[in-house]
Every structure is written in structure tokens, then in C-alpha cells.
T-cell receptor
Framework: ELKVEQNPLFLSMQEGKNYTIYCNYS?????LYWYRQDPGKSLESLFV?????AVKQEGRLMASLDTKARLSTLHITAAVHDLSATYFC?????????FGKGTMLLVSP | DTEVTQTPKHLVMGMTNKKSLKCEQH?????MYWYKQKAKKPPELMFV???????INESVPSRFSPECPNSSLLNLHLHALQPEDSALYLC????????????FGQGTRLTVV
């Protein structure tokens, strides 16, 4: 059974600071997804990571994938309040996605 | 067009009501999914349709009944729900099941009273 662990589950940070969210998964997979969810809203796709060593950046967010370590990271650079949301990683299994529990990010001035 | 459209956006229903949630995509995707999401939790898979056939039912109670009339449409029929079924219901689609990107609809916020 594929298991996905995210940490931390809650992250409170100040604007301008950097931080990393970690996503570990238990079985071999070569596709990993990061989603953002605002309160009461649906999931917004942020990154699709398709291969070992993949790195993608969009604005203040950068995601990477190490399939050998079964680890993905989502790095936040110089956080701003607009990044406050819940971030989920999800890993492709045989037929479906398995989600991590999510990281609730709160960025304050 | 990378859009998955869900209707209605909000639904309040009594425990004796029958209602349906609808999901539509025109991306030519052959896999469609229903997820249920409670507050502060990740989405939980309910059903998977592949080429209009039900391929996965994650032991969902029979008061939830999915239907895939054609490759673009997915319905979720609701009957005799319980208050604990109140949640955000998300539809998603992907080109195929397995290793293909899933696109999510905006969700239906369901409240059972």
C-alpha cells in the first residue's frame, strides 16, 4: 500500500522567510504532484514532477523530486501573505493518486 | 480547455432527499474520479471510472451511487444521506488512470441537515 507522509502539517512563518515542506512516499513511483488549496476551494495544480532530479520553479515556490530517496520538497523563498494556503503532495499509484495529509501554511507580517 | 465543471457549487439537502451532483469535462479524458474531502483533511477517493466503467469503489456506502453516462459526464446520486456525509465533493479527470495528471473541478459543498 502506497503511503505518503508530509511534514510539517502546520507551518507558521513570517513574511520574507524561507522554509521547506517535505513529502516522503513508501513505494516506487515516478510521478509526484503538488497542489495548493485555499479554504473552501478546490485543488489547484502547482507542479508535476515526472522524473528523478526534476526541479520546477514558479515564483517563490520551487519543487524537486528524488525518486531514489522517495522524497519531494517544496521550498518557499521569501514568503508573502498570499502564499497562505494548504499544500498537498500526491503520488501516482497504480490507478489513482494518494495524498499526503497536507501542510497548512500561514504567512504573517 | 483544461476545465472540469461541477454543479451545483453548493447543496443543502435533508436526510430523506434525493439529489445528484454533476461533473463534466471536454478534454477527452477517459478516467474520472469522485473524491470526498472533510475539513482539514486530504481528499479521499470514492470512485474511479475508466472508459465509462466503474473500476474502483473504495467501499463507499450504497447511499452514494455513481453513474457515467458518457465519456464526458460523471454523476453522483445521493439518497438518504447522513449529516456526517457533509463535505466538499470533488470531481477529477485524467487522460488515463495511473500515471497521468488529474485535473480537479471546483467542488460541490454539500450540507446534509
Amino acid at each position: 500500500e502506497l503511503k505518503v507522509e508530509q511534514n510539517p502539517l502546520f507551518l507558521s512563518m513570517q513574511e520574507g522567510k524561507n522554509y521547506t515542506i517535505y513529502c516522503n512516499y513508501s513505494t516506487t513511483s515516478d510521478r509526484l504532484y503538488w497542489y495548493r488549496q485555499d479554504p473552501g476551494k478546490s485543488l489547484e495544480s502547482l507542479f508535476v514532477l515526472l522524473s528523478n532530479g526534476a526541479v520546477k520553479q514558479e515564483g517563490r515556490l520551487m519543487a524537486s523530486l528524488d525518486t531514489k530517496a522517495r522524497l519531494s520538497t517544496l521550498h518557499i523563498t521569501a514568503a508573502v501573505h498570499d502564499l497562505s494556503a494548504t499544500y498537498f503532495c500526491a503520488v501516482s499509484g497504480y490507478s489513482t493518486l494518494t495524498f499526503g495529509k497536507g501542510t497548512m501554511l500561514l504567512v504573517s507580517p | 480547455d483544461t476545465e472540469v465543471t461541477q454543479t451545483p457549487k453548493h447543496l443543502v439537502m435533508g436526510m430523506t432527499n434525493k439529489k445528484s451532483l454533476k461533473c463534466e469535462q471536454h478534454m477527452g479524458h477517459r478516467a474520472m474520479y469522485w473524491y470526498k474531502q472533510k475539513a482539514k483533511k486530504p481528499p479521499e477517493l470514492m470512485f474511479v471510472y475508466s472508459y465509462e466503467k466503474l473500476s474502483i469503489n473504495e467501499s463507499v456506502p450504497s447511499r452514494f451511487s455513481p453513474e457515467c453516462p458518457n465519456s464526458s459526464l460523471l454523476n453522483l446520486h445521493l439518497h438518504a444521506l447522513q449529516p456526517e456525509d457533509s463535505a466538499l465533493y470533488l470531481c477529477a479527470s485524467s487522460r488515463e488512470t495511473g500515471n497521468t495528471e488529474a485535473f480537479f473541478g471546483q467542488g460541490t459543498r454539500l450540507t446534509v441537515v
